[in-house]
């Protein structure tokens, strides 16, 4: 059996974690024994529940800031303590090198590090980004990223890095109900600043009235965007609901969903809204390798008056279930196609 050690930042509720969970349901159990490190435990406990449930082990370690010696120390007794892991996947973007630089130490043969971002909010993040890379090359054995760009992003344009499609099992989000007119908008996704939710709030008090939006996430925007909606007086027609647990049903009750993204890779949720055969209208910062070629993605400049020009004229259509299934078969968004490439790297 292959031992296998997956390193991110929490297991919250959100696209990055939803990935790594789809890995831990389907991989080959039999085949593979994963382990996580983690870097703080989430507020949320339900995907800890599903690893305790399926056997997983995880590690809570310790952020990189504000103690990175000690964050190193728990890594390399993690790798000391529960190994000989044949393989690290590492999901910490910029900060991936020292992790594996840790594995590479240690004597672990396959050593990924996996980009899904498209830019980094911290000013000193982004100077340090040349040192960053440097760290992850020399170490890393295999680079993996969501899409082109965030591998281009995060390793550098001259780089050969392997996309990894973030597959999901789409049984979880087909549907045949068909959607009726609710003018309720949904946005999914931590509150923060590169989400952009000051934008929809902007949004929603330019549209009719008959619109309503619903917030679904947690993040340390919520006070200023509580104050926000206050401001503009759009607090009646807006809520904030948390974290959604159940994400397939979000995505059937609303007319569509927004994502006005200040960057973002190839967002999860843009993959479970298609498979939900829901609507987006998307920034056009988010890249559009995230289009399955359904006519689900509607991409649009960060103009509040353009965004409501072209909602209020929407009109509801949804892909049939076939059409769906087909275009995820051929984009490679099926999880089965991600867990086969995912078992070859971690068993070279």
Not at 87 to 108: C, D, F, T, Y
Not at 301 to 320: A, C, F, G, H, N
Request: net charge neutral; charged share 25%.
């Amino acid at each position: 059996m292959k031992k296998v050690l997956i390193s991110t930042f929490t297991m919250d509720v959100g696209g990055l974690e939803n990935f790594l969970m789809n890995i831990v349901k389907n991989i080959d159990k039999e085949k593979f024994e994963i382990h996580f490190t983690l870097n703080q435990l989430p507020k949320n406990k339900k995907n800890l529940d599903v690893l305790n449930r399926l056997g997983v082990k995880y590690h809570v370690i310790g952020n990189l800031k504000p103690n990175p010696i000690k964050f190193c120390e728990n890594y390399s007794k993690v790798l000391d303590v529960y190994g000989p892991f044949d393989a690290v996947h590492i999901n910490l973007e910029q900060m991936g090198g020292i992790p594996a630089a840790i594995a590479r130490k240690k004597g672990v043969n396959n050593r990924y590090v996996h980009a899904h971002t498209t830019n980094l909010n911290a000013f000193h993040n982004r100077i340090l980004l040349p040192f960053y890379r440097y760290l992850i090359n020399k170490n890393a054995t295999g680079l993996l990223a969501c899409g082109d760009e965030a591998g281009k992003y995060i390793f550098g344009n001259d780089k050969k890095f392997h996309v990894i499609k973030n597959g999901l099992n789409i049984n979880e989000f087909l549907n045949d109900k068909n959607k009726v007119r609710s003018y309720r908008i949904a946005q999914v996704g931590r509150l923060s600043q590169e989400k952009n939710q000051m934008f929809s709030l902007d949004l929603i008090s330019k549209l009719d009235k008959k619109y309503t939006l619903d917030f679904y996430g947690e993040g340390d925007f919520l006070d200023e965007l509580k104050c926000y909606s206050d401001k503009i007086d759009v607090s009646n027609r807006v809520n904030f609901k948390g974290l959604a647990t159940d994400v397939a049903k979000v995505y059937s009750k609303y007319d569509f969903i927004i994502l006005p993204s200040l960057f973002e890779g190839v967002p999860f949720v843009l993959i479970e809204a298609q498979a939900s055969g829901c609507h987006a209208f998307v920034s056009s910062n988010v890249s559009t390798e995230s289009d399955l070629g359904l006519s689900l993605l509607t991409f649009l400049d960060l103009d509040v008056d353009d965004w409501v020009s072209e909602i209020s004229e929407y009109i509801i259509t949804k892909p049939s279930m076939e059409s769906i299934t087909c275009a995820f078969e051929k984009n490679g968004y099926n999880i089965i196609s991600t867990i086969k490439v995912l078992e070859r790297l971690y068993e070279k």
